[in-house]
């Protein structure tokens, strides 16, 4: 099983591609997506949802990125634009009462018009070095 713990940094700002509501976005995974076993919104500042699925990490990093983008189109907004998923693994003990835990994926979603600008403004190159090549990925559509 993967869980994914997600966060969600929309980078644009338009009336085409507005806030999400998460409860909204949790079934519409579900929905979307035969791999997306659950989804579930969370109270966190940080962490917006998790979701789990049988597949393996990548695997579902591309279901969710393909999910996030039917529902952007359902919802009839502008879908012309890249969604990022940024994912490392937590491989330490999660702070108390974080949904975040060991073995779960933290992904960040980015909405954004200029990917390559925005992973270099994060320094993605520079924090994906620091890390086992297994513990992380980079999926776009």
Known sequence: MTTFVLSHNLQITSDSVPAIDMQDLAESLVV???????AQVLDHPHWALTCESSLEPVQLAHELVKAWKTYRQTKGHTNSHTVLALGGRKDSAGAPGSPLQEGFW???????QDPKAFLAAIN???LKSTRPQEAVFEISA
């Not at 979307?32 to 659950?38: H, P, V």
């Not at 933290?106 to 954004?112: A, H, Q, R, S, W």
Request: aromatic content about 6%.
């Open 32 to 38: 979307n997506s035969s791999a997306i076993t659950a």
């Open 124 to 126: 993605w190159d520079g």
């Open 106 to 112: 933290g992904v960040d979603v980015v909405e954004t």
